[in-house]
């Protein structure tokens, strides 16, 4: 027959030392709870985590931003600094003085020497002697006097001086002189009318240049008997009136 399992009786030394231990801990007096300190510390702990859920929340919102911003308006590349330092032009010679283009139908003051550029390879420019211009081809400028005494200054008049261009195109230019400043040219060619450029020189010298560039048909080009393409050339003034005016052909 089975006896029941009982625990072993616990020794008499044992049964001492927990009475002593019991004893010894009833003489502790613990010490004060520090509430004031463990409150800082939560507090300190509550601000961090406050600040990094913070900071968390910003970054979640810039990513998307950013994201918009690449995608709109960033370029692929980095662009040059606009204060970038570019080498200076090339200089350009001062032996003579560099043509300067002038449009057709217009009056223009020009500088005793200052040479115009009225075509590709063609200049043509004033001095206080005559007309001056130079065209492709030429060996050297050709020139027309106005101190030769071959015009007379003292009358209103109009050269002419035409020549053909490479492209077909006819270069006409002339003399005029008259009382009074020029306004307006007006000449009129085989090709029909147009207005030409005045070139004059500062203050009121009683004379200046004309020149027009005009392009022929072959149909209205001039037959053997007739070498001119201008028919007429008539100089206005300011008020309109006719400054000097001289008929070339039919």
């Given at each position: 027959?089975?006896?029941?399992?009982?625990?072993?009786?616990?020794?008499?030394?044992?049964?001492?030392?927990?009475?002593?231990?019991?004893?010894?801990?009833?003489?502790?007096?613990?010490?004060?709870?520090?509430?004031?300190?463990?409150?800082?510390?939560?507090?300190?702990?509550?601000?961090?985590?406050?600040?990094?859920?913070?900071?968390?929340?910003?970054?979640?919102?810039?990513?998307?931003?950013?994201?918009?911003?690449?995608?709109?308006?960033?370029?692929?590349?980095?662009?040059?600094?606009?204060?970038?330092?570019?080498?200076?032009?090339?200089?350009?010679?001062?032996?003579?003085?560099?043509?300067?283009?002038?449009?057709?139908?217009?009056?223009?003051?020009?500088?005793?020497?200052?040479?115009?550029?009225?075509?590709?390879?063609?200049?043509?420019?004033?001095?206080?002697?005559?007309?001056?211009?130079?065209?492709?081809?030429?060996?050297?400028?050709?020139?027309?006097?106005?101190?030769?005494?071959?015009?007379?200054?003292?009358?209103?008049?109009?050269?002419?001086?035409?020549?053909?261009?490479?492209?077909?195109?006819?270069?006409?230019?002339?003399?005029?002189?008259?009382?009074?400043?020029?306004?307006?040219?007006?000449?009129?060619?085989?090709?029909?009318?147009?207005?030409?450029?005045?070139?004059?020189?500062?203050?009121?010298?009683?004379?200046?240049?004309?020149?027009?560039?005009?392009?022929?048909?072959?149909?209205?080009?001039?037959?053997?008997?007739?070498?001119?393409?201008?028919?007429?050339?008539?100089?206005?003034?300011?008020?309109?009136?006719?400054?000097?005016?001289?008929?070339?052909g039919p």
């Amino acid at each position: 027959m089975n006896r029941p399992f009982r625990s072993p009786r616990p020794p008499a030394e044992a049964e001492r030392l927990r009475e002593v231990f019991a004893e010894a801990a009833y003489d502790v007096t613990p010490s004060a709870v520090p509430l004031a300190a463990i409150e800082r510390e939560g507090r300190r702990r509550g601000r961090r985590r406050t600040t990094a859920v913070l900071g968390a929340a910003c970054g979640a919102l810039l990513v998307p931003l950013a994201v918009v911003v690449l995608r709109d308006g960033a370029p692929a590349a980095p662009s040059e600094p606009s204060d970038r330092v570019k080498p200076p032009a090339a200089s350009t010679g001062t032996a003579s003085p560099s043509p300067s283009p002038s449009p057709s139908g217009r009056v223009r003051v020009v500088t005793p020497g200052e040479r115009v550029q009225v075509a590709p390879g063609t200049k043509i420019w004033l001095a206080e002697d005559g007309k001056h211009w130079l065209e492709p081809g030429a060996p050297e400028a050709q020139f027309r006097s106005v101190t030769d005494g071959n015009l007379d200054l003292s009358a209103p008049g109009v050269g002419l001086q035409e020549s053909g261009q490479q492209d077909g195109t006819s270069f006409l230019s002339g003399i005029f002189h008259g009382p009074g400043k020029p306004a307006r040219v007006e000449v009129r060619t085989r090709a029909g009318n147009l207005n030409g450029t005045a070139l004059t020189l500062p203050g009121n010298p009683g004379w200046g240049v004309w020149y027009a560039l005009v392009k022929v048909p072959h149909s209205a080009a001039p037959g053997t008997t007739s070498t001119s393409v201008t028919r007429k050339v008539t100089v206005y003034d300011a008020a309109g009136g006719v400054l000097a005016s001289q008929e070339f052909g039919p």
